[in-house]
């Protein structure tokens, strides 16, 4: 599935040709605010932090390091799993799906943020910020 956002200069491309002289193929249509919306939000990646932390919460014994190690693998593996399997061909959209992982774990709350000291985190911030963002990064051009 390719989730690359589309939009009105994506449209104008297909002027470029396929092989054997026909147009390549094309979106028929510029996504919208909602389409953004959806695409913009790694959800499979959001889920997976969610699995993860529960386990890591329900675990008796886990080194402080590890819900950070484990945070910042899937920081790291989201804009490879972007490209490689949702199909993601533009940057821009790479790093705003990126940093929506990065809001959404910290607006979840609990491990490893929940360990940061209050100037760092509270609660209200990511309760704040995760709507702000979410509402927001549709409106970015990704041309």
């Known amino acids: 599935m390719n989730r690359t956002i589309i ?3 994506d449209l104008l491309s297909a002027d470029l040709h396929a ?3 026909r147009p390549a193929p094309r979106a028929a249509r510029v996504d919208g605010y909602v389409d953004k ?3 913009l939000v790694p959800a ?3 889920a997976l932090w ?3 932390r529960g386990i890591l919460a329900a675990a008796q014994q886990v080194p402080a390091w590890l819900p950070w190690a484990a945070f910042v693998v899937l920081l790291a593996l989201t804009p490879w799993y972007l490209v490689r399997v949702a199909k993601v061909a533009k940057p821009r959209q ?3 799906c990126t940093g929506a992982f ?3 774990a910290y607006s979840l709350g609990g491990l490893p943020f929940g360990s940061l000291p209050a100037p760092y985190y509270l609660p209200v911030y990511g309760a704040v910020l995760l709507p702000l963002y979410t509402f927001v990064l549709p409106l970015i051009p990704m041309e």
Do not use: Q, T
């Open 7 to 9: 939009g009105p200069n």
């Open 19 to 21: 092989g054997g002289g």
């Open 37 to 39: 919306l959806l695409k």
């Open 94 to 96: 790479v790093a705003m």
């Open 50 to 52: 969610v699995s993860l």
């Open 44 to 46: 499979e990646v959001v």
């Open 102 to 104: 990065l809001v959404w």
